[in-house]
């Protein structure tokens, strides 16, 4: 068993790795004070058996715990093992390289991606960031890229046209038609509201665009009727 203790230590100790995981663990290699205790060499034993079952992996490497193993422009990580690449670098073959961000942008220090976004009212077009234009009466919504017109204004060939609302007509925002609607009572016709014509035992329907017979009358020629009886 001391045996066994002695090499368990030379193997973390030697670790090209650092052996963070023994740190971790705090496994105190007191020979003296674990020889005679059964649970202590049970737990070793499991825990001797685990690292060497993790070095058997490939793939697996441990964290660098000493600074001159750190590469440049790293920065050893304050809660994990092991190091990250600096804001603008990103790791490659164990080392961090420059991210070339172009104007107008700002580097992610995501390892995905190109390492870099175009600041708000820039667009990434053929990888540089070029200007948004913002036509008159419009303004970037939230994401900063996506142009929109003011209240009152509509799109039309990427300018914001001043909407004309017809006598008895409303605002209606939207990306298509008009940008207006008739009040309840009136119908569109030719870019005017014209008012509905509701004939006797009839009313007005639940779209407020056209009418309806009352029950038990029936729409016959604009005129609401009740039906024959059999």
Same mark, same amino acid.
Do not use: A, E
């Given at each position: 068993m &001391? *045996? &066994? &203790? *002695?090499?368990?230590k030379l193997l973390l100790n030697k670790s090209l790795t650092g052996f963070s995981l023994y740190k971790k663990l705090s496994i105190h290699l007191e020979v003296d004070k674990v020889k005679n205790n059964e649970h202590a060499q049970l737990r070793l034993k499991s825990v001797y058996t685990l690292l060497l079952l993790s070095l058997s992996v490939p793939g697996f490497v441990y964290a660098k715990d000493t600074a001159d193993e750190i590469p440049e422009n790293a920065t050893m990580n304050a809660y994990i093992?092991?190091?990250s690449c600096n804001l603008g670098y990103r790791e490659s073959a164990g080392a961090c390289a420059a991210v070339k961000v172009p104007d107008n942008a700002y580097p992610t220090n995501k390892s995905y991606g190109q390492g870099w976004e175009c600041k708000r009212s820039f667009k990434k077009v053929n990888n540089? =960031?070029? *200007? /948004? *234009? /913002?036509p008159v009466n419009g303004y970037l919504d939230y994401s900063g890229v996506r142009v929109k017109c003011d209240r009152g204004y509509q799109m039309n060939n990427k300018n914001c046209v001043f909407i004309? /609302?017809?006598?008895?007509?409303?605002l209606q925002?939207?990306?298509y038609g008009p940008g207006w609607s008739c009040e309840r009572g009136y119908r569109e016709n030719e870019g005017e509201c014209i008012a509905l014509n509701v004939p006797e035992n009839a009313h007005i329907g639940y779209s407020g665009k056209v009418w309806e017979c009352n029950e038990p009358y029936t729409k016959?020629?604009?005129? =609401?009727?009740l039906p024959l009886k059999k």
């Open positions: &001391l *045996k &066994l &203790l *002695k090499s368990s093992d092991g190091w540089i =960031c070029t *200007k /948004v *234009k /913002v004309q /609302v017809p006598k008895n007509g409303f925002p939207s990306s016959k020629n604009n005129n =609401c009727i």
